[in-house]
């Protein structure tokens, strides 16, 4: 099912709501005590508006054309992506601890919640959704030819 052009309009609010992942990727305070509200509320309050927006994406795919270069934003996203996911998943995903010991170090013993556990996975889960889209929908490049040439 596609959008008619009635509501052509829904791409454009999808790519607007994706811009605020790389503001949760950021996410974080001074864990005073181990207060981990920062991501929880990027978590829990934040990422759906995302994930509604890369749903409104999905369902725009036949009008994104038009809007393709709404996505470009997101190279920001990727780069905030390679600098701060990897020390979550090796900190809170893989070790088990939490999100204010991965930021921050210390914190040995606080309480890790599930959705400590969950964070990278899912934020890795959108990032390369995000790429996918914006891979999927910009114009056809001749990347063989792009490669020759920097080779060459």
Same mark, same amino acid.
């Given at each position: 099912?596609c @959008?008619?052009? #009635?509501n052509?309009?829904?791409?454009t /609010?999808? %790519?607007?709501?994706?811009y605020?992942? +790389?503001?949760i990727?950021i996410? $974080?305070?001074?864990?005073n005590?181990?207060?981990?509200?920062p991501w929880f509320?990027a978590?829990?309050?934040?990422?759906?508006?995302?994930?509604?927006?890369l749903?409104?994406i999905? /369902?725009? #795919?036949e009008?994104i054309?038009?809007k393709?270069?709404?996505g470009?934003? $997101?190279? &920001?996203?990727?780069?905030i992506?390679?600098?701060t996911?990897?020390?979550?998943w &090796?900190?809170t995903? %893989? @070790?088990?601890n939490?999100?204010?010991s991965?930021m !921050?170090?210390?914190f =040995?013993? =606080?309480?890790? /919640? !599930? !959705? $400590?556990?969950? !964070?990278s +996975?899912?934020?890795?889960i959108?990032l390369i &959704?995000?790429?996918?889209?914006n891979? #999927?929908?910009?114009p056809?490049?001749?990347? #063989?030819?792009?490669i /020759?040439?920097?080779? @060459?």
């Amino acid at each position: 099912m596609c @959008l008619n052009k #009635k509501n052509f309009n829904f791409i454009t /609010l999808g %790519w607007i709501l994706t811009y605020i992942f +790389p503001f949760i990727l950021i996410a $974080h305070g001074t864990c005073n005590q181990g207060d981990d509200t920062p991501w929880f509320f990027a978590f829990f309050y934040l990422t759906p508006f995302v994930i509604l927006g890369l749903f409104l994406i999905f /369902l725009s #795919k036949e009008q994104i054309y038009n809007k393709r270069y709404l996505g470009l934003f $997101h190279v &920001i996203s990727i780069i905030i992506g390679f600098l701060t996911l990897p020390q979550y998943w &090796i900190k809170t995903t %893989w @070790l088990n601890n939490s999100l204010c010991s991965a930021m !921050w170090g210390g914190f =040995e013993g =606080e309480n890790v /919640l !599930w !959705w $400590h556990i969950a !964070w990278s +996975p899912v934020m890795t889960i959108i990032l390369i &959704i995000i790429v996918y889209f914006n891979f #999927k929908y910009l114009p056809k490049f001749n990347f #063989k030819k792009i490669i /020759l040439t920097i080779i @060459l």
